[in-house]
């Protein structure tokens, strides 16, 4: 029998760091501290060396970061936030939460990342923040878009979720912009054990006002200088970010090789476009993501192979019902249509072999 070839596999990963993982997780038992607890200062203490950011804030999710991101830069309604269409729904749904309008720029064809020379026409008088979103696990360009924004006076937002461990012209993806968004659901480049995310920033202002909000809004106990959520990571989730993170640099090793691995095999197949990474930056493929006109065909041949496979967007925001009418296209988003005909993701994951990889591909091309 051959083994089963799984989309994301968080099982091997366990069992490789089941001691770490159960050290840690005893840790919090043992000290009881289920809310806060010693963990999240340590976490967020080593996230910063990471990304090399000031400041990290832990919370409860990605979505939830990136609504704390928009609540503390003060995010009113009537407000407008430009960001594409083409990405996980949670990127417009924080925004249109705060009565804010979502405004889509399209995106580019072979990045799938938004198409930076869109942005400057669809700034208005109410545009707040820009959202790049660092889709499949690549950054967009970041240097052209904080010059914009700062033209503007307006913050950009790194939606991260798909990136944590990529690189940008030398710098980490989450230190790129004023403002970065992660997540750590389970099966993002680093994943907990349910929800988790952390929001980055060099603004200790910034980060004051976060720490706040994650908190119900509160400076200190049961004193609400603003509004705020029920934002907090726990200690659990916490802890087992840290047991990952020792082994954090040999995963994204992993998944950039296995993803060049992809791009290899599939070289010279006219029916598949892969993506593009750009030479200045890295991608962790949060998603291995090709691109096909006969995409349909390609999924069934993986279907009668047994091997899993994903759509990473099948309809992109602006046609989805609930945003059709709280959202701004700033032009013709016809690209992003496109290529939400068109993208389909493979199993990606740091323990994902080379005889499975050649089953993988062997299925897409006979
Ligand atoms: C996963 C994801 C989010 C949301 O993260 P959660 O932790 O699931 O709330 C936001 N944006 C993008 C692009 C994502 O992929």
Same mark, same amino acid.
């Given at each position: 029998?051959?083994?089963?070839?799984?989309?994301?596999?968080?099982?091997? %990963?366990?069992? %490789?760091?089941?001691?770490?993982?159960?050290?840690?997780?005893?840790?919090? +038992?043992?000290?009881?501290?289920?809310?806060?607890?010693?963990?999240?200062?340590?976490?967020?203490?080593? +996230?910063?060396?990471?990304?090399?950011?000031?400041?990290?804030?832990?919370?409860?999710?990605?979505?939830?970061? +990136?609504?704390?991101?928009?609540?503390?830069?003060?995010? =009113?309604?009537?407000?407008?936030?430009?960001?594409?269409?083409?990405?996980?729904?949670?990127?417009?749904?924080?925004?249109?939460?705060?009565?804010?309008?979502?405004?889509?720029?399209?995106?580019?064809?072979?990045?799938?990342?938004?198409?930076?020379?869109?942005?400057?026409?669809?700034?208005?008088?109410?545009?707040?923040?820009?959202?790049?979103?660092?889709?499949?696990?690549?950054?967009?360009?970041?240097?052209?878009?904080?010059?914009?924004?700062?033209?503007?006076?307006?913050?950009?937002?790194?939606?991260?979720?798909?990136?944590?461990?990529?690189?940008?012209?030398?710098?980490?993806?989450?230190?790129?912009?004023?403002?970065?968004?992660?997540?750590?659901?389970?099966?993002?480049?680093?994943?907990?054990?349910?929800?988790?995310?952390?929001?980055?920033?060099?603004?200790?202002?910034?980060?004051?006002?976060?720490?706040?909000?994650?908190?119900?809004?509160?400076?200190?106990?049961?004193?609400?200088?603003?509004?705020?959520?029920?934002?907090?990571?726990?200690?659990?989730?916490?802890?087992?970010?840290?047991?990952?993170?020792?082994?954090?640099?040999?995963?994204?090793?992993?998944?950039?090789?296995?993803?060049?691995?992809?791009?290899? =095999?599939?070289?010279?197949?006219?029916?598949? %476009? @892969?993506?593009?990474?750009?030479?200045?930056?890295?991608?962790?493929?949060?998603?291995?993501?090709? %691109?096909?006109?006969?995409?349909?065909?390609?999924?069934? =041949?993986? =279907?009668?192979? #047994?091997? @899993?496979?994903?759509?990473?967007?099948?309809?992109?925001?602006?046609?989805?019902?609930?945003?059709?009418?709280?959202?701004?296209?700033?032009?013709?988003?016809?690209?992003? #249509?496109?290529?939400?005909?068109?993208?389909?993701?493979?199993?990606?994951?740091?323990?994902?072999? #080379?005889?499975?990889?050649?089953?993988?591909?062997?299925?897409?091309?006979?």
């Amino acid at each position: 029998m051959t083994k089963k070839i799984e989309f994301i596999d968080l099982k091997t %990963q366990y069992a %490789q760091l089941k001691t770490a993982i159960d050290r840690r997780i005893q840790t919090v +038992l043992d000290h009881g501290q289920y809310i806060m607890g010693p963990e999240v200062p340590e976490l967020e203490r080593r +996230l910063e060396a990471y990304v090399g950011a000031a400041h990290c804030v832990t919370v409860a999710s990605g979505t939830e970061a +990136l609504l704390i991101a928009l609540m503390a830069i003060g995010v =009113k309604p009537g407000d407008e936030v430009i960001t594409t269409p083409f990405t996980f729904v949670a990127t417009a749904e924080v925004i249109a939460l705060l009565g804010a309008v979502p405004v889509f720029v399209d995106v580019e064809t072979d990045t799938c990342n938004i198409d930076v020379g869109l942005i400057e026409a669809a700034i208005t008088k109410r545009t707040r923040a820009i959202i790049p979103v660092s889709l499949y696990g690549q950054a967009a360009d970041m240097d052209e878009i904080n010059a914009i924004a700062a033209s503007h006076g307006i913050s950009v937002i790194e939606d991260a979720a798909q990136s944590f461990g990529s690189t940008y012209r030398e710098k980490r993806s989450c230190n790129l912009s004023s403002i970065a968004c992660t997540s750590f659901f389970p099966s993002k480049p680093l994943g907990c054990y349910g929800d988790g995310g952390a929001i980055f920033t060099d603004d200790a202002e910034l980060a004051k006002a976060m720490r706040e909000i994650r908190v119900h809004g509160q400076e200190r106990r049961y004193y609400h200088t603003r509004i705020g959520v029920g934002g907090r990571m726990d200690t659990l989730q916490c802890a087992i970010v840290l047991a990952k993170l020792d082994n954090l640099n040999w995963e994204i090793e992993q998944r950039i090789r296995i993803g060049a691995g992809y791009l290899a =095999k599939l070289r010279g197949n006219n029916a598949i %476009q @892969p993506l593009t990474v750009r030479s200045d930056r890295t991608c962790v493929w949060g998603q291995f993501t090709l %691109q096909s006109a006969s995409r349909d065909d390609l999924l069934e =041949k993986l =279907k009668q192979a #047994e091997i @899993p496979s994903a759509i990473h967007y099948p309809v992109p925001l602006h046609l989805q019902p609930a945003y059709k009418d709280l959202s701004r296209a700033a032009g013709p988003l016809s690209r992003s #249509e496109a290529v939400s005909k068109r993208v389909f993701s493979l199993p990606m994951h740091p323990y994902l072999d #080379e005889s499975e990889q050649d089953r993988i591909v062997a299925a897409l091309v006979d």
